[in-house]
């Protein structure tokens, strides 16, 4: 029975926008053998019954209610998921119906393995950053340009998503810019809010643009803050990000979700020769001051990480 499962806890919750590089830090720390990862289970076509909304919101008592408790369900081999929702062809759809979810085979699978804490990679969390810091729970959060996610938004043909927020539209002018880029600072605005207030204990921000620069001082630095000090563990996943990272391709031309086969460092910046001067004067006016803010606080180039400066 699964809610007789005497429970793990959670390693940390890897979070950031969608197209942010959630994935790939995900299978990187899923290489701990201890871990069994969990990947956006508050997904809302798919996830767990009873979420909302994409990226639930820290203001709405509904909201922060269902967190809560999903997370304690998760935690002890009680949750549930939503079989029905979502954009599905038939078979599909009866197979959800027989079977469960993706998210759901995969939580059922987990509780069944011989591990000792949950890795949740869940972008759709990251207005809720505030509140994992309250429970303790180290949170990573992937943070990239608003620019660049736009463009890899685009390749996948996906819509740009603006009815997350409410009372958003694309219009006008650089219409798309300025909403992906009001979007992006209203998804982080409570962690800004949160790191002003309390510090950034509990929380490791990784900046895409950089994290490549110097990947083992990287990894060195991201499993001192979560405690991983045996040797072979943090050997899996600096193996496993220089060996994801370090490949030819650029600049992706297929709608293909992930490429980790790539070479990152290029990839990270390659965004920019896509953007033209005026978008990147209206991303820079909305949300320059935020993206400071946070390269502040990313690893420097010691391998060590920053503190707020105010």
Same mark, same amino acid.
């Given at each position: ?5 005497? #429970? ?27 871990? *069994? ?161 309390? #510090? ?19 990894? #060195? ?10 040797? *072979? ?30 070479? *990152? ?12 001067? #005026? ?27 920053? *503190?707020?400066?105010?």
């Amino acid at each position: 029975m699964l809610g007789s499962h005497r #429970g793990k806890e959670i390693l940390c919750v890897i979070t950031g926008m969608h197209r942010s590089g959630t994935t790939w830090m995900g299978r990187a720390l899923e290489c701990l053998d201890f871990v *069994s990862a969990l990947h956006e289970p508050f997904n809302f076509r798919h996830g767990l019954a009873g979420v909302s909304r994409w990226y639930p919101r820290l203001d709405d008592v509904q909201d922060v209610l269902h967190f809560n408790r999903a997370l304690d369900e998760i935690r002890f081999g009680n949750a549930r998921f939503r079989r029905l929702g979502g954009h599905s062809t038939l078979h599909r759809l009866l197979g959800r119906l027989v079977v469960g979810s993706r998210q759901e085979r995969e939580y059922k699978a987990s509780l069944k393995q011989n591990t000792t804490k949950f890795l949740l990679k869940e972008p759709f969390l990251l207005r809720m950053a505030p509140l994992l810091v309250d429970r303790g729970i180290p949170v990573v959060v992937m943070i990239r340009h608003p620019a660049a996610i736009l463009n890899s938004i685009k390749r996948m043909n996906w819509p740009v998503g603006v009815d997350v927020i409410d009372g958003l539209r694309i219009e006008g002018e650089y219409g798309e810019v300025k909403a992906m880029a009001q979007m992006w600072h209203e998804l982080h605005k409570p962690l800004i809010e949160c790191l002003k207030l309390r #510090g950034a204990e509990g929380v490791f921000i990784v900046d895409h643009e950089s994290v490549f620069d110097d990947l083992p001082k990287f990894c #060195g630095a991201l499993l001192d803050f979560l405690g991983v000090a045996e040797l *072979s563990q943090r050997q899996k996943v600096l193996s496993y990000v220089q060996e994801t990272s370090s490949g030819d391709l650029i600049q992706p031309v297929d709608s293909a979700q992930h490429h980790l086969t790539r070479n *990152s460092r290029a990839l990270s910046v390659a965004w920019r020769e896509y953007t033209d001067k #005026g978008a990147m004067a209206v991303f820079e006016g909305i949300v320059g001051t935020d993206l400071a803010f946070f390269r502040n606080l990313a690893m420097n180039k010691d391998g060590e990480r920053v *503190s707020i400066k105010g």
